[in-house]
């Protein structure tokens, strides 16, 4: 997330929860402890915390807001089979990996 789309962010937090402007220390933490979060996802996470929470969010509460909004890896259920085209070598690599793990625990 760009620099000012948090400050973006921080700027609809004050105007929810504070009567007085932020902290510099407390606008760095949650700069922080954000900018690897979507823009779009945590902007709509903190929108739904404020529409639900008298109280101020925590970093943590945007983040699993956040993150719950993303789209996930598919179950194994859902992950497609190799072909048999696709299988060749795999046995062989498996039998190299146990080969190698043999080898490291000494059992060689």
Known sequence: MKDSEIMKMMAIFQA???RRPLEEP???LYREMLADLPAA???TALR???RESKWAPTVAEIRERTLA???RLPAPSHVPQLSPEQRIGVTEVREAV???MARWNGRS
Request: glycine share 0%.
């Open 98 to 100: 146990a080969r190698m």
């Open 48 to 50: 739904d915390i404020i």
């Open 41 to 43: 996802q945590a902007l």
């Open 69 to 71: 909004q993303m789209p």
């Open 16 to 18: 929810a929860y504070w």
């Open 26 to 28: 407390t606008i760095t």
